[in-house]
């Protein structure tokens, strides 16, 4: 069992980390087995939360009007990771998005990690559901706060020592920190059909808007008409 390490989560505005964004960081540095340091941070998206994130991790737009921006909050959280392995429940996840994230501003986030999830896909094929939440249940470990970052971390970590202590003498190599990867693909430009679908929005609304065709993304194309849909 690693006794140094960092656990982590993030909370985002959807599933694809490159149309999406993270809302919320939470990780804790365990040294010699317990929690030495603590990262909880908001992050303000460009966009206004949908109603089923908002349902799914209680975070609403007012608890982010004040947060710091991506390009402040993750070179900070970069620092805090260090050269530390990470843990996480589907840590892939969680990694594609903080890697486009710190991409984005020209920071590099190459880790190794552990993922304790294909950890319990292993040892736990009897259980129907091998979600973060189902395992705490199943382990009794008390997560009041499923859904938020840093609470979810804290229940990863947990998690992670439990499963070491009953697995890892049995399965050895599934314990052992792996390089994460995620090929973040070059982003696709707006579709004709999304550009006519803007400048008639922009007719019909009659708004002001400064932007430019020629070099709007797919992604971000998505993000104005669902900005221009709502006002």
Same mark, same amino acid.
């Given at each position: 069992m690693l006794k140094s390490y960092i656990a982590f989560d993030v909370e985002t505005t959807g599933l694809n980390p490159l149309e999406n964004e993270i809302i919320e960081i939470g990780a804790l540095k365990v040294r010699n087995g317990k929690v030495a340091?603590?990262?909880?941070?908001? *992050?303000?998206?460009?966009?206004?939360?949908?109603?089923?994130?908002? @349902?799914?991790?209680? *975070?609403?737009?007012?608890m982010? /009007? #004040?947060a710091r921006t991506r390009c402040q909050v993750?070179?900070?959280?970069l620092d805090f990771c260090g050269n530390d392995v990470l843990i996480g429940h589907n840590v892939s996840f969680d990694y594609s998005f903080m890697k486009c994230s710190a991409a984005a501003d020209g920071l590099i986030f190459e880790k190794m990690g552990i993922d304790t999830?294909?950890?319990? %896909?292993?040892? $736990? @094929?009897?259980?129907?559901s091998? @979600?973060?939440?189902?395992?705490? @249940? =199943?382990? $009794?470990?008390?997560?009041?706060?499923? $859904?938020? /970052? =840093?609470?979810?971390?804290?229940?990863?970590?947990?998690?992670? %020592?439990?499963? /070491?202590?009953?697995?890892?003498?049995? #399965?050895?190599?599934?314990f052992q920190p792996v390089q994460l990867t995620y090929k973040i693909k070059k982003p696709q430009p707006a579709t004709p059909k999304q550009i006519a679908f803007i400048?008639?929005?922009?007719?019909?609304? %009659?708004?002001?808007?400064?932007w430019n065709p020629d070099?709007?993304?797919?992604? #971000?194309?998505?993000?104005? *008409?669902? #900005?221009?849909?709502?006002g």
């Amino acid at each position: 069992m690693l006794k140094s390490y960092i656990a982590f989560d993030v909370e985002t505005t959807g599933l694809n980390p490159l149309e999406n964004e993270i809302i919320e960081i939470g990780a804790l540095k365990v040294r010699n087995g317990k929690v030495a340091e603590r990262f909880m941070e908001f *992050i303000k998206p460009t966009v206004s939360l949908s109603p089923s994130i908002t @349902s799914l991790t209680g *975070i609403t737009d007012d608890m982010l /009007a #004040e947060a710091r921006t991506r390009c402040q909050v993750i070179p900070d959280f970069l620092d805090f990771c260090g050269n530390d392995v990470l843990i996480g429940h589907n840590v892939s996840f969680d990694y594609s998005f903080m890697k486009c994230s710190a991409a984005a501003d020209g920071l590099i986030f190459e880790k190794m990690g552990i993922d304790t999830l294909k950890i319990a %896909q292993k040892v $736990h @094929s009897d259980l129907d559901s091998k @979600s973060l939440g189902s395992l705490c @249940s =199943y382990y $009794h470990i008390d997560n009041r706060s499923a $859904h938020r /970052a =840093y609470h979810d971390a804290l229940a990863t970590a947990k998690l992670y %020592q439990t499963l /070491a202590h009953y697995f890892e003498e049995k #399965e050895p190599k599934l314990f052992q920190p792996v390089q994460l990867t995620y090929k973040i693909k070059k982003p696709q430009p707006a579709t004709p059909k999304q550009i006519a679908f803007i400048n008639n929005l922009i007719r019909k609304r %009659q708004v002001k808007l400064t932007w430019n065709p020629d070099t709007l993304t797919r992604s #971000e194309a998505s993000k104005i *008409i669902d #900005e221009l849909l709502k006002g």
